[in-house]
């Protein structure tokens, strides 16, 4: 099965700061990976696909960057919705994976 | 729209069985994957089972190969869950979720309202 590794699993920062989660696959899988946003009481959200693509509804400040192993979601100008847990996740194997999650607070 | 809406909040006792369903409308039923993926209290979102609603072909979670039944109903454009020998490590919200269109990899852009489940005795 493919691991998905992600850190930090928590981090807090200021309104307006650059945040930086990143997702450590345990082999190479290319692009194949998404990232989610997920919020209490809510269904996770898409928010990027093939590691570097937005997925419609989300404000450009959201970025996905990596191939190969190495992943980062980038928030520029962190805002009070951002509040969420963040999760990677790997579609190159059938056996799907998710990373642990990234809470990210104010 | 695409929709996905899933079964009521269960109360289980442990060893016993759990069917969740998700009915699907607003698209062709057969045409995309459903997954189920679960979200324990405090811990993080856990992949179970994929479904190919055309073939029924199936993957699952390595933890869940041995209790866990997904199948699908395309009369009633329905996909289910079925998780069996439940103790209270299996209390959480389940979600299904449908393949999106994401270039050449997949991705899961239509969730479930989520179904919470309590095994307690």
């Known amino acids: 099965d493919i691991q998905m590794t992600q850190s930090p699993s928590s981090l807090s920062a200021s309104l307006g700061d650059r945040v930086t989660i990143t997702c450590r696959a345990s082999q190479s899988i290319s692009n194949y990976v998404n990232w989610y946003q997920k919020k209490p009481g809510k269904a996770p959200k898409l928010l990027i696909y093939a590691a570097s693509r937005l997925y419609r509804g989300f404000p450009s400040r959201f970025s996905g960057s990596g191939s190969g192993t190495d992943f980062s979601l980038t928030i520029r100008g962190l805002q009070p919705e951002d509040v969420a847990t963040y999760y990677c996740q790997q579609s190159y194997s059938s056996l799907l994976s998710f990373g642990g999650g990234t809470k990210v607070e104010i | 729209q695409v929709r996905l809406v899933q079964s009521g909040a269960e109360v289980k006792k442990p060893g016993a069985s759990l069917k969740v369903s998700c009915e699907a409308s607003g698209y062709t039923f057969t045409k995309y994957a459903v997954i189920w993926v679960r979200e324990a209290p405090g811990q993080g979102l856990e992949w179970m089972a994929w479904i190919s609603v055309d073939n029924n072909n199936t993957h699952y979670g390595q933890r869940f190969q041995d209790r866990l039944t997904v199948t699908t109903d395309t009369s009633t454009n329905t996909a289910y869950m079925e998780l069996r020998s439940l103790t209270s490590d299996d209390t959480a919200m389940y979600y299904c979720?449908?393949?999106?269109?994401?270039?050449?990899?997949?991705?899961?852009?239509?969730w479930g309202q989520g179904t919470l489940v309590t095994v307690s005795s």
């Open positions: 979720a449908r393949e999106g269109s994401c270039s050449s990899t997949s991705c899961y852009a239509y």
